[in-house]
């Protein structure tokens, strides 16, 4: 990506991309439609993106930059577990509600170097995010005490990574934000104390 091209334009780009691409995939997304969702030609739009991997690369470190601010600002909130656990929920089923299966596939199939970056973030993010906010929900008295949060969170890393799958979605034959749900519900009814079931219910 050109970075010294002027941001206006280049924020453009991404914002069409980004919506197009998220909710059709990219594979079959020409160029030429994309300028002309733009109304621009061709030739800027290669000065600003070399290419359509190197777009669907910045959509991607874009995506990554703001739900990672996103998760800091939930954590940095003057409230309790119950309100950060919901603001983190809330905000990954909004993020991956976004997202088709398509594009999913898309970039697994034809840019894996994107995907692993995707791959990378969610494995370091639940870790660096909700080991500390599990601690915090033992001392709360939301989270069991027997419960060690570095194993929650490993079960949660293994189970998103597998389980959100393109070839898992479809066996399973539901949307990605409904199967992200279905996750966190389980793995958190099952480490929550009655007093979280009551207030988080």
Do not use: W
């Not at 656990?85 to 034809?110: H, K, N, T």
């Amino acid at each position: 990506m050109v970075s010294e091209m002027p941001a206006s334009t280049e924020g453009r780009i991404l914002d069409a991309a980004e919506r197009i691409f998220l909710s059709r995939g990219f594979h079959r997304v020409s160029m030429d439609e994309l300028a002309r969702e733009l109304a621009m030609s061709k030739k800027t739009l290669y000065a600003h993106f070399a290419s359509k991997d190197d777009l669907v690369a910045g959509i991607m470190r874009r995506r990554v930059q703001r739900v990672d601010a996103e998760f800091r600002a939930v954590l940095a909130m003057e409230a309790g577990f119950d309100a950060k656990v919901r603001g983190l929920m809330l905000g990954m089923q909004r993020r991956l509600g976004e997202v088709s299966p398509a594009f999913i596939e898309d970039l697994r199939r034809y840019t894996p170097e994107v995907f692993r970056i995707v791959e990378e973030y969610r494995a370091q993010a639940i870790p660096k995010y909700l080991g500390g906010l599990l601690e915090e929900g033992i001392r709360e008295g939301f989270i069991r005490e027997d419960v060690k949060p570095v194993m929650v969170v490993r079960m949660l890393v293994a189970c998103v990574q597998g389980i959100l799958r393109v070839d898992n979605m479809m066996t399973l034959d539901m949307p990605p934000v409904q199967a992200l749900d279905t996750i966190l519900r389980v793995i958190f009814q099952g480490v929550f104390t009655e007093k979280a079931r009551e207030v988080l219910k």
